[in-house]
């Protein structure tokens, strides 16, 4: 609802945007794949990975040889039982992971749901706190005349613009991490399948690493949204007797703040994740 002055106007709608964009945020992280905006880009991605499937079964017979060749010493050694259970074994653990990746890659993310559900159950914050722009605020900024009030506009204008390009930062790094895990789900074919060979499997191995660490930056997501709510509760401290300036001046300055922590946070959850998992 419009306050009839302009500044008050511009703050609330810069809070409003990002209002929205965190509630969007508490909304998606709750979400799978599946039925993330409708699942239509899911059925696009389960057909891709099953095309692909095939390409991962030949390039298991691939590897599967590679290794064979670079591990034996020589042909006779695949005629000792105890070596040809084991190359059998690795054949077929490697033909599974192909065939059963999809399911696979499901259950690693469910878990991880299961994680940011914990962590939301653990803070009792069902969903993020709003700001709002305190009474003291708009009483301080209605009060100003209008040549004094110019300042103001400089001021609310810079931190709204600040404030609403900090809201699409932030809700591009969660959409980020659907297309990662879009991504990771398409091509799972060709990585798994260089479990086939003893040499190569350290390439499956670095994919799961990857993958997971893009589904647990979810978590770290979820931890900065409960921490930012606790910020929001209590609204940045203003001394009421400086002049409305300076108090829209430090409002606005530590509230952008705030928003800082929780965007580099957002931003810096892959990197976090990484460092977690030492990748």
């Not at 749901?113 to 722009?133: D, E, F």
């Not at 930012?228 to 609204?235: E, G, N, Q, R, V």
Request: net charge positive; with cysteine.
């Amino acid at each position: 609802m419009s306050s009839g002055n302009w500044i008050v106007d511009n703050l609330n709608n810069a809070l409003n945007t990002w209002n929205s964009k965190l509630a969007e945020i508490w909304s998606l992280i709750t979400q799978s794949p599946e039925t993330f905006k409708g699942g239509a880009i899911w059925e696009v991605i389960v057909n891709i990975h099953g095309a692909i499937k095939a390409i991962g079964l030949g390039l298991l017979v691939l590897f599967f040889v590679v290794g064979l060749m670079k591990t034996l010493g020589s042909i006779a050694e695949i005629k000792r039982p105890e070596v040809a259970v084991k190359v059998f074994i690795r054949f077929v653990l490697a033909k599974a992971a192909i065939t059963y990746g999809l399911e696979l890659m499901m259950a690693l993310f469910r878990i991880v749901q299961g994680l940011m559900s914990t962590i939301l159950g653990a803070s009792g914050i069902g969903s993020g706190t709003p700001s709002v722009l305190p009474s003291s605020i708009i009483d301080a900024i209605e009060s100003v005349r209008f040549l004094d009030s110019i300042p103001l506009w400089a001021v609310t204008l810079i931190g709204g613009l600040l404030i609403t390009v900090l809201s699409f930062i932030m809700i591009m790094a969660v959409y980020g991490r659907f297309f990662k895990i879009y991504l990771y789900t398409a091509i799972a074919p060709v990585p798994l399948s260089a479990f086939a060979g003893e040499p190569s499997q350290n390439v499956g191995k670095a994919f799961i690493k990857s993958y997971c660490a893009a589904c647990l930056e979810g978590a770290i997501i979820v931890l900065a949204c409960v921490i930012f709510s606790k910020f929001a509760s209590t609204p940045p401290a203003v001394d009421s007797s400086a002049a409305a300036v300076t108090q829209v001046w430090v409002y606005v300055g530590e509230l952008i703040f705030n928003m800082l922590v929780m965007v580099g946070v957002v931003k810096m959850a892959d990197r976090v994740v990484r460092e977690m998992m030492g990748l």
